[in-house]
């Protein structure tokens, strides 16, 4: 298990748009404001299950994050993440990481998840994130509450592995 150890993705500052990545059925949530108030290209109002914080930068995947396991007081720390990673934006691709799958190369989506994580392996011939059920390949990466689902295997897997869980993203001083 320790062939993960020194596995880092998604620290390149650049980020390119993927052209002709499918969406396929996802839609994203609509934005979150404020309880009462009417967000301004519609005239129906959506809240937050979850307590956001004020600083927040990617409120608006809040309660996806949660939907996909994330426990709350990970959600700022995520957000933060979330901002650096991908600017909050799930269509993200760093195609400057060395790995390809399926078509995809580099790091994806909101987190920016590696596509190492679902390229076989010896330890995982099928990938990490098929093996624990969390995807069936690259191409979910890009579905923002799969991404945060896989997001927090990873992070799991890191805990697992006697680490604060952030050390994917060299996060929160993980060395």
């Known amino acids: 298990m320790k062939f993960f ?27 979150l404001v404020a309880a009462g108030s009417v967000a301004p290209e519609t005239t129906t109002t959506t809240t937050s299950t979850v307590a956001v ?14 939907a996909a396991g994330w426990d709350a007081a ?3 720390d995520l957000d933060a993440v979330l901002w650096r990673e991908s600017r ?7 195609s ?4 390809t799958v399926d078509g995809i190369t580099g790091s994806v989506g909101l987190a920016q ?17 098929q093996t624990v059920s969390v995807v069936s390949g690259a191409h979910d990466l890009y579905d923002p509450f799969l991404n945060l689902r896989a997001a927090k295997a ?14 994917a993203w060299a996060w929160k001083g993980c060395d």
């Open 53 to 66: 914080a004020a600083d927040a930068r990617c409120p608006q995947w809040w309660d996806t994050a949660v």
């Open 74 to 76: 990970d959600l700022a």
């Open 113 to 129: 998840v590696n596509v190492f994580w679902v390229q076989g392996t010896k330890w995982y011939p099928n990938g990490y994130l």
């Open 96 to 99: 400057s990481d060395p790995n």
């Open 5 to 31: 150890a020194g596995v880092m993705f998604g620290l390149v500052g650049a980020f390119g748009v993927v052209a002709g990545v499918s969406q396929g059925a996802y839609a994203p949530p609509p934005p």
């Open 154 to 167: 990873i992070f799991d897997y890191d805990k697992g592995e006697g680490r604060c869980g952030w050390s």
């Open 88 to 94: 909050c934006d799930e269509t993200q691709n760093n």
